[in-house]
Every structure is written in structure tokens, then in C-alpha cells.
């Protein structure tokens, strides 16, 4: 499974950024796909996902209402447009694929088998 983030770049605080993780043939049930962070010597943490079968999109408490994730099954990618911008967002973006997520782990990191290569987003003060 092949997975592909980008998108990530320089921003200043209060700025927008969108990414995009192609996921090819990974968009539709029974796949979840999901978003993930990472800094410095601290494990990866959840972002946002759609749960494959519930439809409903899930955010981590720290970017609700800024993040914004979508899908377009058509082009086999998922997107986290990235809204007001903080920098305590700074850090190394991965999209996550799994066929097994269930709505209690969905923001699990060990959940998900398949990752992508990540994306540096920097957001500058």
C-alpha cells in the first residue's frame, strides 16, 4: 500500500496550508485514512480521519475547528486543509491507511499498518 503526503511548507502563525496524501484504491470502505503528526522526540499524534464505515470525520481537540479533512475517492486522495495556523502545528505531517480501524482506536496510532513518507509543515511566529 503506497501511500504519498505533500504539501507541507513554510507558514507564518495565522496563515493556511492544505495537504494531500494519495492513497491508491484506499479511499472507500473498508479503508480509513487518516492523519497523523509527529515533532521531535515525541510519538505521532492524531490529527483527523473519516471512519470508513460511520462517515463521520474525527478531529483531535487541538485542531477542531481550524483542520478541515476531505476526500475525493475520484483522484484516490485525501486532503487536511490547514486553517489559522498555530506553531505548536510544526511538525513532520503522515497520512495513515488501514482496513481494520474501528471507531475506538480510529486515533490510535497502532491502529493504522500503512503510512506514508510525511510532510514538513513549519509555522513560523
Known amino acids: 500500500v503506497q501511500l504519498q503526503a505533500s504539501g507541507g511548507g513554510l507558514v507564518q502563525a495565522g496563515g493556511s496550508l492544505s495537504l494531500s496524501c494519495s492513497a491508491p484504491g484506499r479511499t472507500r470502505s473498508p479503508w480509513t485514512v487518516a492523519w497523523f503528526r509527529q515533532t521531535p522526540g515525541m510519538d505521532r499524534r492524531f490529527v483527523a480521519a473519516m471512519h470508513r464505515s460511520a462517515g463521520r470525520i474525527s478531529y483531535a481537540d487541538s485542531v477542531k475547528g481550524r483542520f478541515a479533512y476531505s476526500r475525493d475517492t475520484a483522484r484516490s486522495t485525501v486532503y487536511l486543509q490547514m486553517n489559522s495556523l498555530k506553531p505548536e502545528d510544526t511538525a513532520v505531517y503522515y497520512c495513515?491507511?488501514?482496513?481494520?480501524?474501528?471507531?475506538?482506536?480510529?486515533?490510535?496510532?497502532?491502529?493504522?499498518?500503512?503510512w506514508g513518507q510525511g510532510t514538513l509543515v513549519t509555522v513560523s511566529s
Open positions: 495513515a491507511a488501514s482496513s481494520s480501524v474501528t471507531t475506538s482506536n480510529l486515533a490510535s496510532e497502532t491502529a493504522y499498518a500503512y
